[in-house]
C-alpha cells in the first residue's frame, strides 16, 4: 500500500496535543503537513504538542496575524504557516514554497494552517483534518499518498501516546 487514510476519534484537546507530539517525535525535515478545520478544531493545538515532539520549549501560539512563525531551536526546525485572513493572490505573493524547496531556508517541518488556501499544494505531504465529533471531542483524518508518511503515522501512533484514543 503506498498511502493511507487513518480517522481517529480524540476526546479532548489534551489528545490532540498527544497526537502532534507523536508526530513531531517521528517526522522527518522535508515534512509538509497541510492541516484543515473549524475555527477552534484544534489546528494549533495539534501544532503546539508537534513542538513539544520535537523539543520546542518556546510557546508556540497560532501566527494568525504574523502569518508565520518560526522555531528554529528543535530537533528541526518547524515552520508554522496560518492563511486563515488570506486567500487567492495575497497566498500567492507571499512565496512559501521556500519554505520547503530547501533553497532559502535549513529543512524543517512546515505546518499551513487553512491550506486549503493554497492555490498549489505542496507535495508530497500529510493532510490532516479536524472536525468537532458529537461528543464534544475530535475527529481526525490522516491522508498522505506517500507510503513513508504512512510507515511514520504508523509508528507514531504505535508509540503508546494514542492507546485510549484509537
Given at each position: 500500500?503506498?498511502?493511507?487514510?487513518?480517522?481517529?476519534?480524540?476526546?479532548?484537546?489534551?489528545?490532540?496535543?498527544?497526537?502532534?507530539?507523536?508526530?513531531?517525535?517521528?517526522?522527518?525535515?522535508?515534512?509538509?503537513?497541510?492541516?484543515?478545520?473549524?475555527?477552534?478544531?484544534?489546528?494549533?493545538?495539534?501544532?503546539?504538542?508537534?513542538?513539544?515532539?520535537?523539543?520546542?520549549?518556546?510557546?508556540?501560539s497560532s501566527p494568525t496575524f504574523t502569518l508565520v512563525n518560526e522555531y528554529l531551536e528543535g530537533r528541526v526546525p518547524l515552520y508554522h504557516i496560518d492563511l486563515y485572513r488570506l486567500d487567492g493572490e495575497e497566498v500567492t505573493d507571499l512565496y512559501l514554497?521556500?519554505?520547503?524547496?530547501?533553497?532559502?531556508?535549513?529543512?524543517?517541518?512546515?505546518?499551513?494552517?487553512?491550506?486549503?488556501?493554497?492555490?498549489?499544494?505542496?507535495?508530497?505531504?500529510?493532510?490532516?483534518?479536524?472536525?468537532?465529533?458529537?461528543?464534544?471531542?475530535?475527529?481526525?483524518?490522516?491522508?498522505?499518498?506517500?507510503?513513508?508518511?504512512?510507515?511514520?503515522?504508523?509508528?507514531?501512533?504505535?508509540?503508546?501516546?494514542?492507546?485510549?484514543?484509537?
Amino acid at each position: 500500500m503506498d498511502g493511507a487514510v487513518m480517522e481517529l476519534e480524540l476526546p479532548d484537546a489534551a489528545a490532540t496535543q498527544r497526537l502532534g507530539e507523536g508526530l513531531g517525535r517521528v517526522l522527518p525535515a522535508g515534512t509538509i503537513l497541510l492541516l484543515s478545520g473549524d475555527l477552534g478544531s484544534g489546528k494549533t493545538t495539534l501544532i503546539q504538542g508537534l513542538g513539544l515532539g520535537l523539543g520546542i520549549s518556546d510557546p508556540i501560539s497560532s501566527p494568525t496575524f504574523t502569518l508565520v512563525n518560526e522555531y528554529l531551536e528543535g530537533r528541526v526546525p518547524l515552520y508554522h504557516i496560518d492563511l486563515y485572513r488570506l486567500d487567492g493572490e495575497e497566498v500567492t505573493d507571499l512565496y512559501l514554497a521556500a519554505y520547503w524547496d530547501d533553497q532559502e531556508t535549513a529543512p524543517g517541518i512546515v505546518a499551513i494552517e487553512w491550506a486549503e488556501r493554497l492555490a498549489d499544494l505542496p507535495t508530497p505531504a500529510l493532510c490532516i483534518g479536524l472536525a468537532y465529533a458529537d461528543d464534544g471531542g475530535r475527529k481526525v483524518t490522516l491522508a498522505t499518498p506517500n507510503a513513508v508518511y504512512t510507515s511514520l503515522l504508523e509508528q507514531a501512533l504505535s508509540h503508546g501516546l494514542l492507546v485510549d484514543e484509537v
